[in-house]
Structures are given as C-alpha cells and as structure tokens.
C-alpha cells in the first residue's frame, strides 16, 4: 500500500494529514500489518485535549493492544465512530476511510518534527531489516 | 503505535521448521525461549486460521514440545511406578496405545506442568511436556523417579511435532499413512508409515478442541521439511493453511484447555484449577497427594470461571477482576476475543462466591471497570459426530 505523499508520519507509525490547522490523524499500513486482525478501537471523545507523544487512544487485535500516540497538540474535533462497529476498516483502508482522529492543532510548529513520506519509507525499511537480522 | 506486549529480544531456540515459518513470511515471536510463528499474514492470519481449525484443517508446528521417555530397566513396573509417583492421573489404567491428560504437582498440590501421558508399551511411557518448562520439568522429573527402577530419557530434540487440526485432518492424515485412523479413538495412538517414515507415532490428541492429530518425526531438517510438505500438498483438496501460536491460544480458550502461566502454575493447585477430574486419589500416593487432601476437606479460595463481555472491552491475561464496589477480587488468566462466537471472552480466578452462572464480575480495562458475567465452560464444544453418518442411514 502506498504511503500518501502529503502526509506526515511519527516512529510510532501514526500519520497526519494536515489541511488548514486541522489534522486528520491515523495509523500507517506498516503498524496495520504489525498488529494483525483489528477488533477493538477507543478513542477519545470530541472537545478532549492530546498532546503530541502521548497516547490518546487503543487499538487491539486478537493477539495484542497497542497504545496510538498523537503526532501532534490540540483538541479533538471529529472522531472516527464508524470504527466502533468496523474496527477491522483499520486493516483495509488505513489511510483513508480508518482515520481515527481529526485534531485542531494548538502548535502548529510541531508539524516541522514529523517525517515525508521518503523519510518514513526508508525507516520502515530499516526496521524491517533489524526485525528479519 | 506501541505494542503493549512485546518480548524483549534474546537468543532464541528454533525449531526444525523454523525457515519454512520464515518463507512463509510468519509473524514470528518469543514463545517460552522459541522463535515460533504466531500467525501467517500471507495465508490470512490468525483469524482465518482459528475458523480453518474449526471449520476444515490446519497444520501447526508444535516442535518446541518436550518429551520424556521412562522406560523398564530390569524388571517391568519400575516406569508405571515412577509415572504413578510423579503425575497426578491414574497411568495404571491406560492400555498400551492409549494417552490420557495429567499433570505433575509439587508437594503443595500446585503444578510443576501439565502434560499427556502416552502409554508406549508393557512398562514404556511417554510424557509430553509444555516448551517453556522443560528443563525445569526434566530436572523435576529425573530427580523425583531416582529411587525406582526406571530409565528417563529426554527426547524433546529428537522430534518434530505436527499438529494437524480440525474436522477433515483425518482425511489429510490418512492420506499420508497405511495406518487406520478411523478405528483410533480420540486420545489413543498408534505407531505407522507417515510421509514414507516409518514406526512414526501417530496420536489423536490435540490443544484445539477439535478433531485431530499430532504426528512425531525425526528432527533433522530435510525430514521435517519434507513432512510439512507432504501434509501441506494432502490438505490442499481441504483448504489447509498453516497456523500459529496466536490461533493455537484462541482455539485452546475456546475449549477451556489450560495453559501454564495462566490457568495453571506453581501457586495454582488442582481444585482451584478444576481439574480434580484428572487427579486419582484411589491410585495411591504420589507427590502433591497429601496436600490435596486437606485443600479438598478445607475448600478453596478462589476458582476458575468463564467470563463473557457484557460492556465493550477485551478483558486480557492479568487485568483485574473488581467487584460493583471497585474491590480487587481476581485476576484475568487468559482473555481474547473469541472468533468462533464473536464475542469477548475470559477465564479468570474469582472466589467461589462468585463463581455462580450469571454472577456479574468487572474487569478493569485500562482504569475504567467493564461489565462481565460468568458464563458456562467450555465457551465451545464441538458436535459429537453421529456413530453412522446420516447418508448410510437413510439408504
């Protein structure tokens, strides 16, 4: 699956898509595959505050729960709610009808911190490489 | 994205099949010091590979299993002697070709391991054992049989374990060996040409609670290569798709089997874990026997239970059973969701007061309390199949 051009990503494997002071916020195809079959999804509620590298939400598979960190500072504007009832979208289209979030950025600064997508690609492909070592 | 449960890396055990997981593209883990697969992305992953089990066939690579062989050494009743003194189960009534489920128990009652005992011959016995208490059950095991006349062997390298799995692994399996597997019954095993390996233990035994069949091969790779080929190339007429540890645990939860660590461990006894049905005091003693006794006439502290999700939540291994109050009173040994009937399931010690059917219990999920009720066990039991298949009656 290709990684969208105009996003942007965190190690975390957390994406952006920024239009304006809103960003749209999901997780990237590598952590899709990391975590298997999606069942469960939380997160929070419109008007919640997140700050960037602190969890804001959970997504579970079978196997395993993994904590989602927000790329980014602000307040919540939108939440995904279908995901309640189709968490296993999260394993189809993660980069675009699964977004979890969208967030009014109170620090538009911290854009600057996130990897491009060329950036992005090419750590993934080194954390492929240490996971087969 | 962070996994909440990850394993730290160290130098891994693996198996002989353990490049055939790698091609196939396995998610690999650490499993009890193994590097095993824990689902196969590419043939559907986990999910598919739980309904495979359940609806048709899969193959799983249970190598990391240990074996330990005590045989007769001079005069025969030394091995039943020494297997009667260290497990829980009654092995004095097992046939030759027959297996059934025990355990060996510390002094305290508490499990050391539990294992399947395979009666091999006159005074021949198998024990096969969990992968991450091997040695700690080998040492177990040689210390506490040096005073009978036996002979313990450890074979856990000498083989590789197949599981092959499900309602048609019979039709894979008999394919592959001369063998008659329809007339072995569940729990029992037999020795034949697998593959083209001969005198090859062929058991119908299983952690999936369905149907199906563990085969023992030799453990250099080009022999247990060519098996998992051969059971592949058999089962392709069925769908068989290869499964991990990840569908193994959901299957064996299903069926209320117990895992060690969770359901069973050094500080759990046999009347906690509620499976007093496998423990024989007729028999005589053995270790643990003692203090059995007393926990059956002073009763137990806490229990095994069944929990299903009432609210939205996934109740996980070690989360905390609470009262309405918000009062500790338990803990979650093994918790998933359950593909077979798509709902959150959970098998957690609770004291006995609130083992009742019906009785709601909350788990706390990440500090907030979620609704739960006990619910019978096994979450899923498979249909018993008609002694004659429906067609032959009617014609």
Known sequence: MAYPAQYRYTKQHEWIDLKGDVATVGITDYAQHELGDVVFVELPKSGAKVSAGKSFGTVESVKAVSEIFAPISGEVVETNGDLEKTPEKINTDPHGAAWLIKV????????????????YEAFIASAGKDAHA | MESLTSAPTIALRKTALNAVHRHLG?????????????EYPSTGGLVAEHKAVRGSVGVFDVSHMGDIRIHTNRAPGGALAAVQHISMNDASKLAIGQAHYSALLYQQ??????VIVHRLGEDDYLLVINAGTREKDIDWVRSNTKNFDCVVEELSDAYTQLAIQGPRAIDVVQKLTDANLSGLKNYWFTHGTVCGLKNTLIARTGYTGEDGFEIYVPSDQATSEAAWNKVM???KEFGIIPCGLGA????????????YGHEISDTINVFEASLDRYCKFDKGDFIGRAALEQTKAKGIRRTLVGLEMVDRGIARDEYRCLSEAGEPIGVVTSGSPSPTLCKNIALAYVPPAMAELGTIIYVEIRSQKVKAQVVPTPFYKRAKKAAVPQSAKIS
């Open chain 1, 104 to 119: 009014k950025l109170s620090d538009p600064k911290e854009v600057s911190a996130l990897m491009d997508t060329a950036a």
């Open chain 2, 26 to 38: 396995a998610k690999m883990v650490n499993f009890g010091g193994w590097d095993m697969p824990v």
């Open chain 2, 109 to 114: 009652g508490t499990f050391v391991d539990d």
């Open chain 2, 248 to 259: 193994r645990n959901t299957l064996r939860l299903e069926s209320k089997m117990a895992l």
């Open chain 2, 233 to 235: 190339e058999a089962g």
